[in-house]
Structure formats: structure tokens, C-alpha cells
């Protein structure tokens, strides 16, 4: 069908597009208060580096890519999530040899072709952050509060942050064994997905959303059980911090995230009431993904959120962002003679940085009011025979319905003054 949109995406339309506009400015803003820095990463890469970089036994790379061959025979894939494609282009660009650490984020659409459902989108949007360089746990603290400063700002500040350590190279693979030895007898018992995973990644078996596997998994060893010294070390210190910056949280020791790349710190954030695409953000720490890409071994941590779950939970908490619509100045005319003179004073206007619209479909002047009044114009300044007679416009303040004449001289610094509040 030409008249839909492939399944599993949405229009932003005027009206909403300013509320995206809204929470993006925000993030910037935020991010500039932590100082992290802008990256824009191209939309399609290498399928390799997804493969390496997200892990071949997630359900990213089994399922859901986007992946087809360019004209030049090339696997491309549109990027499913941003850390791989920042890490690639700290490799590509050598912002490993400038000075560390290096904090950047972004914002765009990422792919993945999953089953759409309230919340889950086959193009959705994230804003993420990635620090890479710091090895220890304030670097974690950092990112995990920058996400919750932000929920906060917006008016979700009664989300679930939750978090847990999913160890490392050295402490996993006890905590694999023990798995292992736990599920063996329960394997048929489990999910087609859960068994597959039973070899490469019985972690995940930890978080699987069957019903049955839950059930099965009660009991299971979990990662921190497990932890080395080092890996025990730097989550509670990670605890600590958190405390210290008033960041509630609460130890999900079955959290261990759809991605392979994770080490150490894992957390995600959840809006339960949005529905089962509850966690609004997800993120931790990936110290081996750098060098797994090629690079020096280089430590990282980040998250990302998803944009649109920001807005289901705004919706189901029925909070509303503080953005309007309005144009400064309607310029209303009478005649075909006036109309000549709207034209010219809307173009004036505009130049000097005044919203301004005029109808352009031979509108009467009751319906150009009215159209006037359809795009909240503060102001509409009305030209009719008399105006034209006497060169002045009638400037007429929708608030309060008053009108004052206005000369043609005086128009634009009267304007000003009114918008601005800037004395010419
Ligand atoms: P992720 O958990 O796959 O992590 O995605 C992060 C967030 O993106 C989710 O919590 C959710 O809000 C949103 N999201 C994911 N898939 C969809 C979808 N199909 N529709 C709508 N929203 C979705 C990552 O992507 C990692 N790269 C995060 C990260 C950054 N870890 C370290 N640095």
C-alpha cells in the first residue's frame, strides 16, 4: 500500500515533533552540563561490525537486522543500536589517541526488525551516551545519573532504576558452569530460545520473559554469586556512589541485558506502567568490546534510552511538556490592494525574526481571523480600506481582543517591543 508506512514505523507529525524538540534540547543541554560531546555516526555500516560488536548469539544479530547487499556487494546493515558505530568511529577516527576520556552521545533512528507492539518499533530513536577511557566506577555513577537527572527534569522522577554486575572474563565463566549445571536437567523444560542459548549464553536464560523459564529459573545461580574481587569491588563502589548522589536504586540480580558486550556494571531503567516494553533505558559498562573491535584495549560504559518510551511514560502519567505552537503576528487583509501590502509586511517581519503568516488562498476576512485564531497568532494585524487611507495598521492582541493603531514607521519597533520586550 503507497498510503501506509512500512509496519513498525511512525510518523512525527507538527504537534509532536515540537515535543521531540523539546526533550532532544534537553538532553543536549544536559549533556553539555556533563560534558559530553555530539557524534553523528552514518545510519548504515558494516554488517560485520554488529556482528562483532553487538554479539552473534543476541537476538539483535540472529533476528533482527536489517541487513541486505549494496550495489558493490557489500553486507550493509542499518544500525540496530549506536554503541558499536561509536566505537567504531573511535577507532576509525583515532579518538583514542586524543585525550581521555572521550564522552560522546547521540541521537537518531536505529533498525531492528522485531515484532511491533505497543513501545517496540521496527524504527525507533535513542538517545544514548558512551564514555570510553574510564576504568573505574564513578564513570558508571555518572552515566546512570545522567539518565535519571534527565527522567527527573521531565517529571519522571519515580522510575525504577535497577542494576546489577554481570562480572567479566575472568569470573563469568564460573558463573556459565554453574548455570549450566542448574538448567541441564531442566532443559526441557525451557523455551526453544532458552535452550539454544543454553550453550553460548546461558546468562540469558536469567531474563527470559516465558513464563515457564521464569518459573524454571528460580533459584538459578546468580552473577553475583560469582563475582572476582575486582568485579565485587566496583559495584559497590558503583553502590556507593549512588547513594551519594541521592540515586535510588534497587539489585536485580537477574538482569544481564540482550547484548554480549556487557562487563561488570549492567542496569536498566523501567516505567512500569507503560506496559511490557517497560525499560525506558538500558546500559553498563563493556570493557573487552574496544578491543574485541580491534582497538587498544580501552574501558567503556553508557546507556541508551528510548525516545519513544519517553513519551509513553509522559502519556500514561498524563504529563505534559511545557511547548506551544504559537506564531507572533497574522497579518489580515481586506482587498486585493492590502493584500500587496500584507505580503510586503510579512516579509519584513519575518526578516526581523517576528513569526509572522498571511493567508494565501483568497480567504475573506472572517475566515483569515479565524485562521488566524487556528494558529494561536498572538497578534494579527488587520489592513483594510481605512489602514491603507491613513498608512497605519490595526494591531489587534488576541489575548484580550484590544486593538491600538499602529503608524507604518512605527510598526516594526512596536512589534518588537511587545514580542521581545526590546525597546528600538
Ligand atoms: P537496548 O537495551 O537494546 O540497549 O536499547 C536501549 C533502549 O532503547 C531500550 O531500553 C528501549 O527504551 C529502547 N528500545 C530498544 N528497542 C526498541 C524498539 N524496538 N522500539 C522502541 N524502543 C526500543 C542498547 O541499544 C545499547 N546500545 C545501550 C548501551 C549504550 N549500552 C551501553 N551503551
Known amino acids: 500500500m503507497l498510503t501506509s508506512g512500512p509496519k513498525g514505523t ?7 515533533s515540537e515535543k521531540w524538540h523539546y526533550i532532544e534540547e534537553l538532553l543536549r543541554s544536559l549533556c553539555k552540563t556533563y560534558n559530553f560531546r555530539e557524534i553523528r555516526t552514518p545510519i ?5 561490525l554488529f556482528l562483532r560488536g553487538v554479539g552473534e548469539t543476541t ?12 550495489k558493490g556487494e557489500r553486507s550493509i546493515t542499518l544500525r540496530p543500536e549506536g554503541t558499536a558505530s561509536t566505537v567504531r568511529a573511535f577507532l576509525d577516527q583515532k579518538l583514542y589517541a586524543q585525550t581521555q576520556p572521550t564522552k560522546l552521545f547521540y541521537i537518531g533512528p536505529m533498525f531492528r526488525y522485531e515484532r511491533p507492539q505497543a513501545g517496540r518499533f521496527r524504527q525507533f530513536h535513542q538517545f544514548g551516551v558512551e564514555t570510553f577511557g574510564t576504568a573505574g ?12 537527572e534527565f527522567y527527573k527534569k521531565i517529571g519522571l522522577s519515580d522510575l525504577e532504576v535497577h542494576i546489577n554486575s554481570v562480572g567479566c572474563p575472568q569470573c563469568r565463566p564460573e558463573h556459565k558452569e554453574k548455570i549450566q549445571t542448574f538448567f541441564q536437567p531442566k532443559l526441557d523444560k525451557l523455551c526453544d530460545n532458552c535452550r539454544s542459548r543454553f550453550e553460548k549464553n546461558p546468562l540469558r536464560i536469567l531474563d527470559c ?16 554469586t560469582c563475582l572476582c574481587e575486582e568485579c565485587e569491588s566496583h559495584f559497590s563502589q558503583l553502590q556507593k556512589l549512588l ?3 541521592n540515586v535510588k536504586y534497587v539489585i536485580d540480580d537477574k538482569l544481564v541485558r540482550g547484548l554480549d558486550y556487557y562487563t561488570k556494571t549492567a542496569f536498566e531503567i523501567h516505567a512500569p506502567e507503560i506496559g511490557a516494553q517497560s525499560a525506558v533505558c538500558g546500559g553498563g559498562r563493556y570493557d573487552g568490546l574496544i578491543s574485541a573491535c580491534g582497538g587498544p584495549q580501552t574501558p567503556g560504559v553508557g546507556f541508551a534510552l528510548g525516545m519513544e518510551r519517553v513519551f509513553a511514560a509522559l502519556n500514561t502519567k498524563g504529563l505534559t511538556l511545557p511547548v ?3 506564531i507572533d503576528v497574522f497579518v489580515a487583509c481586506a482587498d486585493d490592494t492590502s493584500r500587496y501590502k500584507a505580503f510586503q509586511l510579512v516579509y519584513a517581519l519575518r526578516q526581523a525574526g517576528i513569526s509572522a503568516e498571511k493567508d494565501t488562498l483568497n480567504r475573506s476576512l472572517k475566515a ?6 487556528k494558529l494561536s497568532a498572538k497578534l494579527v494585524i488587520l489592513i483594510g480600506e481605512e489602514e491603507m487611507t491613513n498608512d497605519f495598521y490595526t494591531v489587534r492582541n488576541m489575548s484580550d481582543s484590544s486593538q491600538e493603531k499602529v503608524t507604518s514607521a512605527e510598526i516594526k519597533a512596536y512589534l518588537l517591543n511587545i514580542i521581545f520586550g526590546r525597546k528600538q
Open 137 to 148: 566506577p564513578e564513570a558508571d555513577a555518572e552515566v546512570i545519573a545522567l539518565a535519571v
Open 44 to 48: 548504515f555500516e558494516h554488517t560485520e
Open 324 to 326: 506551544q505552537q504559537k
Open 59 to 70: 537476538d539483535i544479530v540472529q533476528k533482527e537486522m536489517y541487513t541486505f547487499m549494496d
Open 368 to 373: 483569515q481571523m479565524k485562521y488566524a485564531d
Open 243 to 245: 547513594q551519594e548522589l
Open 10 to 16: 511512525h510518523d512525527i507529525l507538527p504537534g509532536e
Open 209 to 224: 520473559k516465558n513464563p515457564n523459564c521464569r518459573e524454571e529459573s528460580i533459584g538459578a545461580p546468580t552473577t553475583n
